[in-house]
C-alpha cells in the first residue's frame, strides 16, 4: 500500500463559502451575510456553487470510502498477523515447556549415567579382583600341576621300598589330595575365567549405554535449543511487521480523519447553499406544519448509499444569519433522545418511527438514520445505479431498508423544499424563535422521489 499516493489525491477544501457582491442582484433581494472563503470559480451562481460543491464533497466521500477499506485490510492483515504471532507465542511457549521437560529429562539420565557410572567402576574393581584371583589360581594351578608333575614321575616301587606301609600310605592319600586340588584348582580358575568375560561385557554394556544416552540427549537438547532460536525469530520478525501496520493504521486513520473534517467542511458549504437559497426565497412559501406532521418518506434520492436521511439543526442568534450549518447538538441540547444507536422523541419529534442512527455527528452534529419499523423493512429489497450518480458505479445495488417510512417534522413551523444537482431532494423546516430565543430550522436530505438514475430491484 502506498499511503504517500493516497495522501496526493485528497482534494483540499478551503473553510466556507464567500460569495460576490454581485450575486445578490441575480436573487433580488436583500444582501445576504456570508462566511469567508469557498471553492466556487468566480462567476458561479449560488445555485452552480452548490452543485460544484456537492461534487467536491462526494470526491471527498469517495477518497473515504477508500480509506476506509484500506483500513479494514490493514486491520484484517493485523488480525492475521497477531493469530500468527499469537500462535508462535503458543508454539515457543510449548516448546520451552517441552525444553524444561527434556532438561529434567537430562538430569534424571545424568543420575543414571553417574548410577551406571558407579556401576562400571564397582565392576571394573570387580574384574580387577577376579583378574588378581585369576592369575593367583593361575598360579595356584601351576604350582599343584608341578608338584603332581613331580608326584606322579615317582615310581611305585620306590614308595614300597622304603617299607614303610604307613608313610607309603600317606604319600599315597597326598598324591590323591594334589589330584584333587589340581581338579579344583582348575575349575576355579575356569569359573574366573568365564566370570571374567561376563563381567568384561556387562562393562561394554554400560559403556556403549552411557555413551548412546548422553548423544540422543545432546541431541534433543541441541534441536530444541535451535527450535526456540527459530521460533523467536519468527516471533521478531512479525512482531516488527505487525508494528508496520499498525504504524500504517495510524497513518490511514489520521488520513481518513482529515478527509472526514473536509467531507464535513463541504458539507457545510452545500448546506450554506441551500439555507441561501432558502433564505432567498428560492425555495418558495413554506406550508404550515405541526410537530410529528409528516413532510416527506425516507428515501434514496441523490448521492445516497442506500436509503437514509441526512438531519440537524442550525441555530440563528439574534437574527444573525451567518450559521449555515448544523451546529446543534440534538442530544445535548435536549431536542431528542439517544438509547444506544436510536434515536427517540424528546422536546422534538424524532424524524423517522424506529430511528436507527447508522452514523452520528459527521458534519457538526447532523446525523444519518434509517426506519427499523416502517417502510420496507425487507433487506433483500435494494435499487440498482442506472446511470453513475457521485461515485456509484454502474451497476451496483444498495439497501433500501427503511424506503418509504414517513419523516415527521420536529417541531410546528414553516416547511421548504428543494433539490440539488444530483437529484437529491431535501427539505427546510423554519421553526421561528423557538429555541434559546433564537431561530431553529430543522433539515432533511434525501428524501424520496423520482430518479430516473436509479432503478428499484
Known amino acids: 500500500m502506498h499511503i504517500g499516493k493516497t495522501t496526493k489525491r485528497l482534494l483540499t477544501v478551503s473553510t466556507l463559502l464567500v460569495f460576490a457582491i454581485g450575486l445578490i442582484s441575480y436573487f433580488g433581494v436583500s444582501p445576504l451575510p456570508v462566511r469567508a472563503a469557498n471553492d466556487c470559480p468566480a462567476g458561479y451562481s449560488l445555485s452552480k456553487c452548490y452543485d460544484y460543491l456537492i461534487t467536491k464533497r462526494n470526491e471527498l466521500v469517495a477518497q473515504r470510502k477508500k480509506i476506509e477499506g484500506t483500513l479494514k485490510n490493514v486491520r484484517v492483515q493485523e488480525g492475521d498477523i497477531q493469530s500468527q504471532v499469537d500462535e508462535i507465542n503458543a508454539q515457543v511457549t510449548a516448546n520451552e515447556n517441552e525444553l524444561a521437560q527434556r532438561q529434567i529429562d537430562i538430569e534424571l539420565a545424568s543420575i543414571e549415567i553417574t548410577n551406571i557410572g558407579e556401576d562400571i567402576s564397582e565392576t571394573k574393581n570387580r574384574i580387577d579382583t577376579l583378574k588378581q584371583e585369576k592369575q593367583n589360581s593361575m598360579q595356584k594351578v601351576n604350582e599343584i600341576a608341578l608338584m603332581a608333575y613331580k608326584v606322579n614321575s615317582i615310581p611305585i616301587w620306590y614308595l614300597l621300598a622304603q617299607n614303610d606301609l604307613i608313610s607309603t600310605l600317606e604319600m599315597l592319600r597326598y598324591f590323591d589330595y594334589v589330584s584333587q586340588q589340581e581338579k579344583v584348582r582348575f575349575a576355579q580358575f575356569t569359573n574366573l575365567q568365564t566370570q571374567l568375560s561376563s563381567e568384561e561385557k556387562v562393562l561394554g554394556v554400560a559403556q556403549v549405554a552411557i555413551i548412546e544416552k548422553r548423544d540422543i540427549m545432546e541431541r534433543a537438547n541441541l534441536e530444541i535449543i535451535k527450535l526456540r532460536a527459530t521460533l523467536a525469530s519468527q516471533r521478531g520478525k512479525q512482531q516488527t511487521l505487525l508494528a508496520e501496520l499498525t504504524k500504517q493504521e495510524k497513518t490511514l486513520a489520521a488520513e481518513r480523519s482529515k478527509l472526514i473534517s473536509q467531507q464535513n467542511a463541504a458539507d457545510r458549504q452545500a448546506l450554506s447553499v441551500a439555507i441561501q437559497l432558502f433564505e432567498a426565497n428560492k425555495l418558495g412559501n413554506g406550508t404550515a406544519v ?34 449555515y450549518y448544523t451546529n446543534v447538538n440534538p442530544f445535548s441540547s435536549g431536542l431528542l433522545k439517544l438509547s444506544g444507536s436510536y434515536v427517540t422523541d424528546s422536546r422534538a419529534k424524532a424524524p423517522l418511527p424506529g430511528m436507527l442512527m447508522t452514523w452520528g455527528f459527521h458534519d457538526s452534529y447532523s446525523i444519518d438514520g434509517i426506519s427499523t419499523s416502517a417502510g420496507n423493512q425487507d433487506s433483500s429489497r435494494k435499487y440498482q445505479i442506472v446511470t453513475p450518480v457521485c461515485w456509484q458505479s454502474k451497476g451496483r445495488t444498495y439497501s433500501l431498508n427503511g424506503w418509504g417510512a414517513p419523516i415527521f417534522a420536529a417541531l410546528n413551523g414553516r416547511v421548504y423544499y428543494g433539490t440539488d444537482s444530483w437529484g437529491g431532494k431535501y427539505a427546510i423546516v423554519d421553526h421561528g424563535k423557538v429555541y434559546n430565543g433564537n431561530q431553529l430550522l430543522s433539515i432533511y436530505w434525501h428524501l424520496d422521489g423520482a430518479d430516473s438514475r436509479k432503478r428499484l430491484l
Request: charged share 20%; hydrophobic share 20%; net charge positive.
Open 290 to 323: 405541526s410537530r410529528g406532521n409528516v413532510i416527506g418518506r425516507e428515501g434514496y434520492t441523490g448521492c445516497t448509499f442506500g436509503a437514509h436521511i441526512h438531519y440537524g439543526f442550525i441555530e440563528r442568534k439574534n437574527g444573525n444569519k451567518s450559521s
